[in-house]
C-alpha cells in the first residue's frame, strides 16, 4: 500500500535513509522531494501532506525535533533558501508581481524564467557526490543520472511559485511554447564569487585563460555552459580536493535581485503611398547629419510605437524608391516590427483608427490595408523583393523629334534582358557588379502640349509606362548611364540621347498583405 501511494505521488525512490540524510545535511523538505526524483508538482505545494503520505515522516514531527529551529536558521544547503518560506519566498513573489504590474503588459499569457548564481550548479554536484557514495544503490548506478533523476530546482520553484504569480497578476502561465511574454527573475548569492573561486584551481586550464582573456569572454568569468562542461569531466576525487562533498551550510540565502519582462515583436503590415519627390523612404543621415527632415518610415512608425507602447521599432519595405520617386496605386507593402510592445491587444477597429491617424498626420504619405501579420508569413516580404514585378510611369526628354511610329514600336518588345553595371549614383553604397533584368514589357506616347511644360524648341516630352523585374534601374534605363546599361531607350529609338524628368511607381504586383474592406466590416 505504502509502494503505491508513493508511485502515486511521483517519487523515484522511497529510501527513508535518503530522506534524513539530506534533512541532517540541511536540505529542506522541497529539495529533499526533488533528490528523490518526485515529478508530481502538485507535491511541492503539499510538502507536508506529501511526506507523510509517503511515509517519509510523521505528522507529529513537523514541529517537533532538535534539528526543526536550525532548519529555520540556516538557508537549504543547495537551493540556499529560495524553497523556503522561512527565508521570504512569499516575499520574492510579491516583489515579481510589482514588477510585472509596474511594466503593465496587456497580454494574457506569461513565461517564467529564473536565473540563478552559479554557486548551485556546483552545490548540486557536490551533494550528488556525497549521495553517490552513501548510497551506491541507487545513485551510483550507470542508468540513474543526475540530469535525469533529480528535478531541478528551477523547475521545482516554477511548479511552486509560478501558480501564485499567475493567479496576481490575472495572466496564464505557459511553458513557453505559446507565449510570447517573458518574466525573467534574476536571484542573486553574496557568496557567490567565493565559492566559484575553487574552480580556478579546479579547473586552472579553463577558468585562469578565461579570466585572462576578458575582450574574448566578454568579462564573463563564469558561466553556467562552461562551468557545466568542466564539471562533466571532473572526477569525484579532483572535485573534493577544491570544494566540500557535502555542500556546507550557507549563512546567508539566495535573494531577489530584479525582474526583466519582454515580449516578443508585434508586426503590422500594409501599404504606402509616398506622394512627395522630396522625402526618402528611411531617415537620409550623412555624417551624423539630417539630409531631410523626416522620412516614410519615421512617418508611419511614429503612431504605431506609441499605440504599442514599444521600446523600439524597425521598418522593412518591399524595395525601395529614390527620394525623387512617388510610389502610387495600390502602394508599396510594408511591415513595421515593433520591439517590445507592452500593447498587443488590438482589434480590427482599433487597427483601422491608426490607419486613419497616419494619414491625417501627413499629405506626403498615406497607408492602406493596416494589419497585425504573423512572423512566418514575412517571407512574403521577402520573396518578393526577389521575384516580384514592378510597374513605372516615366516622363522622358529627347533633345532630337521622335516620331509617334517609334515610340509605338516599343510595345513589341517582349521580355527584353538588359546588362546592368551598379549605377554611379549607389557606387559609394553598393558593390561594382553586372546584373541581368528583363524588361517585360512598355509602350510610349508623345505628350500634348509640350509646350507647356517645356519652351525649348526642338525637344520631345514622352511618357514611357513600362513593366520591369524587380531591381531594375529604370532611371539607368532610360539614359544609359554613360553606356553602362545596354541596350538603353535611346539605343532602341535609334541611337538618340533620352533623360529622365521624373518617375512614378504605379504598382507593385505582390498581393500581400491582403486587401481589407473596413466599408464591409
Known sequence: MLRSVKMECGLMLDNVEVYEDLRNLGCCQRCCLRYLGERNPQSYNCVKETLVKTGLQNDNDFDNG??????????????????????????????IVAGVEKASYDCDIFTCALSLPITFQLRAHSLWLHLADKFPVPFALRELHQEKHVISVKEAWKWTFAPLIAKS????????????????????????????????????????IRRAQKRKYHGNLYTRKAVELALQTTEAAHFKQFFPSPPPVPTAPVTFDSITCTHNSLFIAGRYNKFSRTLSQTPWVIDGERRIKSSVQEIISENLQAASKAEGIKFSASGREDVDVRTLGRGRPFVCELLNPHRVKFIAEQVHSLEC???????????????IVQRDELVNLKAGEEKKTKRYMA??????????????????????????????????????????????????????????????ENVTLFKLDIK??????????????????????????????????????????????????????
Request: glycine content about 6%.
Open 66 to 95: 532538535p534539528d526543526r529551529k536550525f532548519f529555520k536558521c540556516n538557508p537549504c544547503i543547495v537551493c540556499l533558501g529560495l524553497m523556503q518560506d522561512e527565508f521570504s519566498a512569499d516575499d520574492t513573489v510579491q516583489k
Open 169 to 208: 497578476i490575472n495572466k496564464e502561465l505557459d511553458s513557453g511554447v505559446k507565449s510570447n511574454f517573458f518574466v525573467g527573475v534574476n536571484m542573486v548569492y553574496s557568496g557567490d564569487e567565493d565559492e566559484c573561486s575553487c574552480l580556478l584551481e579546479m579547473h586552472a586550464d579553463v577558468f585562469k
Open 357 to 371: 491617424d497616419i494619414n491625417k498626420s501627413s499629405k506626403e504619405v498615406a497607408v492602406r490595408d493596416l494589419q
Open 395 to 456: 516622363l522622358c526628354i529627347c533633345s532630337d523629334p521622335i516620331e509617334s511610329r517609334s515610340l509605338a514600336e516599343l510595345s513589341n518588345i517582349k521580355d527584353l534582358t538588359l546588362s546592368q553595371k551598379t549605377p554611379i549614383r549607389v557606387l559609394h553604397r553598393r558593390p561594382l557588379a553586372t546584373r541581368s533584368r528583363i524588361v517585360h514589357s512598355m509602350k510610349a506616347w508623345l505628350l500634348e502640349n509640350q509646350t507647356k511644360l517645356c519652351k525649348k
Open 468 to 521: 520591369a523585374q524587380a531591381g531594375t534601374y529604370i532611371k539607368e534605363f532610360v539614359h544609359g548611364d554613360f553606356g553602362r546599361t545596354q541596350p538603353s531607350l535611346g539605343q532602341l529609338l535609334g541611337g538618340v540621347y533620352v533623360d529622365i524628368l521624373a518617375l512614378d511607381v504605379q504598382d507593385i504586383e505582390l498581393d500581400w498583405p491582403p486587401a481589407i474592406d473596413y466599408a464591409q466590416g
